[in-house]
């Protein structure tokens, strides 16, 4: 098991023993996740991850897999223009690797938006720290987990 499904599990664990991971095969995009789930295609919660232009500081944007961060919303909500940032960024604040970013057990403390999309249903998925595992729990649960600011900052893609 790698180190960071291990710190995935950990915090799942510490906040809601109930919490399972589950194995999603091969499934490396949120419409191959939601297919192996069973799942519509905007209960898989994206973790994407955007560098303020500023400060530099990392944002990280929790959104339905069926949807996309609108920049200028997300900006607005970071107080800052945002731009794209780079893998070891991400890893060195996260601890994760692009495509296994979850939304909980980061390394560092990082500011995290909620797409209110996400809230239309019961129960949601997210990477745990690899691309094929993911969690779920129900929205509220989640924007709590990672101390999101539900936003409405997404728009169809």
């Known amino acids: 098991m790698s180190k960071s499904l291990k710190r995935v599990k ?3 664990f510490a906040a809601d023993p109930s919490l399972e991971v589950i194995e999603t095969g091969q499934a490396t995009t949120a419409k191959a996740a939601a297919l192996s789930l069973g799942c519509a295609v905007d209960q898989i919660a994206k973790s994407i991850l955007f560098e303020g232009d500023l ?3 990392l ?3 929790v959104t339905a897999g069926a949807r996309q961060v609108d920049l200028e919303q997300a900006a607005l909500l970071a107080d800052e223009p945002l731009g794209k940032t780079d893998a070891a960024s991400i890893r060195a604040v996260t601890g994760f690797a692009i495509g296994g970013v979850s939304p909980v057990g980061h390394l ?3 500011s995290t938006f909620f797409d209110e999309t996400l809230l239309n249903y019961q129960k949601i998925y997210a990477a745990a720290g690899t691309p094929i595992y993911v969690f779920g729990c129900a929205p509220l649960q989640m924007a709590y987990l990672c101390q999101g600011l539900i936003s409405a900052f ?3 893609m």
Do not use: V
């Open 59 to 61: 944002y990280l944007f």
């Open 55 to 57: 400060s530099g500081h």
């Open 10 to 12: 950990s915090a799942l």
């Open 154 to 156: 997404s728009r169809q």
């Open 108 to 110: 560092t403390e990082i």
